[in-house]
């Protein structure tokens, strides 16, 4: 039976690959914060078929001992501070664990043991100011938040320790990617989960930023299948994963509220508090690569995501009506 560590299980990424890989026959464990108020509700349901360990990507030594503990065959990389509005507020720990997290991670697998494999959550972000429409795996990176900074760091450190120490290491490349288990602080969840209030009579308005930003977006239960597909490959490579189409938030937001039956145009509210100080306007991935050699494609398109969110939201206020 395989052994596979996950850091940040308890995210949306993490509870969906850790079903995956359980579906896999793998024997899964992942790596979680000390916390006075933990938070599993997203593995709840699986809980008793994965064991967890505490562990920090601050602390360089918790991470060696957990991974000579663990042994595990593959490692996936998901932890990190992942909103992009709080690498403003918080630039310093925002590097500390999005960066430098994955610079400790792969000290730890030089240090016990290199034929660990190891995946690393790259993202869209990295490319920022687009140099080239669409992205690819040779596009030119251009971050335009501390965030995206961060993960472009994260990833040159995979590539770095790949080269330098023969590592199986490989980054993905994700762009946006949601489900009904995204965090509410997100845009498309924040979308959603408005709708549902609104519908439900609890809110009167849903407060905005840049509703002509640009996303590629996709649901984050096909994209942990090309994580994993990543890491089953005979040599480590990095590839974009992404639906090859981009939205604008207003249609993201026309959809969501339409679902509902409600006029959208009567409930958005453009905040400039909502605005980025530098916005990434456009993102749009060719995911060719991951097509053709790990023989991946996504399958939930774009309209059925929206749905998806809202009716999940719409059953969850439901739920705690008592209704």
């Known amino acids: 039976m395989k052994k596979a560590l996950i850091t940040g299980i308890t995210g949306q990424d993490g509870s969906y690959l850790a079903e995956h890989l359980l579906e896999k026959g793998y024997a899964v464990h992942g790596m ?7 938070n599993f509700d997203r593995i709840r349901h699986i809980q008793d078929q994965i064991e967890l360990h505490q562990g920090d990507l601050l602390d360089q030594l918790s991470i060696i001992e957990l991974v000579k503990e663990v042994n595990p065959d593959e490692i996936y990389n998901l932890a990190a501070q992942s909103f992009v509005p709080t690498s403003w507020n918080q630039p310093v720990l925002t590097g500390e664990y999005t960066a430098l997290g994955v610079t400790r991670m792969m000290e730890a697998i030089r240090v016990v043991d290199r034929s660990i494999k190891f995946y ?44 330098s120490y023969d590592l199986f290491a490989c980054s993905g490349i994700l762009f946006n990617h949601e489900s009904p288990r995204r965090g509410l602080e997100f845009v498309t969840r924040k979308i959603s989960y408005g709708v549902a209030r609104i519908k439900n009579g609890l809110a009167k308005e849903l407060r905005m930023g840049n509703l002509d930003a640009r996303r590629d977006w996709g649901f984050a239960g096909d994209y942990v299948q090309a994580m994993y597909l990543m890491l089953q490959q005979s040599q480590p490579d990095d590839y974009v994963v992404a639906t090859n189409e981009t939205h604008t ?15 959208w145009q009567d409930y958005v509210v453009v905040d400039p508090k909502f605005i980025r100080p530098a916005e990434v306007d456009l993102l749009i991935g060719d995911s060719t690569k991951a097509r053709k050699t790990l023989n991946w494609e996504p399958k939930v398109k774009f309209e059925q995501l ?16 008592g209704q």
């Open 120 to 163: 690393q959550a790259s993202s869209s972000e990295m490319y920022g100011k687009v140099r080239a429409v669409p992205q690819n795996e040779d596009t030119p990176f251009y971050p335009r938040s501390p965030y995206g900074v961060a993960k472009a760091y994260g990833h040159f450190i995979t590539v770095n320790y790949r080269e």
């Open 249 to 263: 938030v207003r249609e993201f937001v026309e959809i969501a509220f339409g679902h509902a039956g409600l006029n």
């Open 32 to 38: 979680v914060r000390r916390s006075s108020s933990e």
């Open 306 to 321: 929206v749905t998806m969110m809202v009716d999940a939201d719409l059953n969850l206020l439901t739920k705690r009506n």
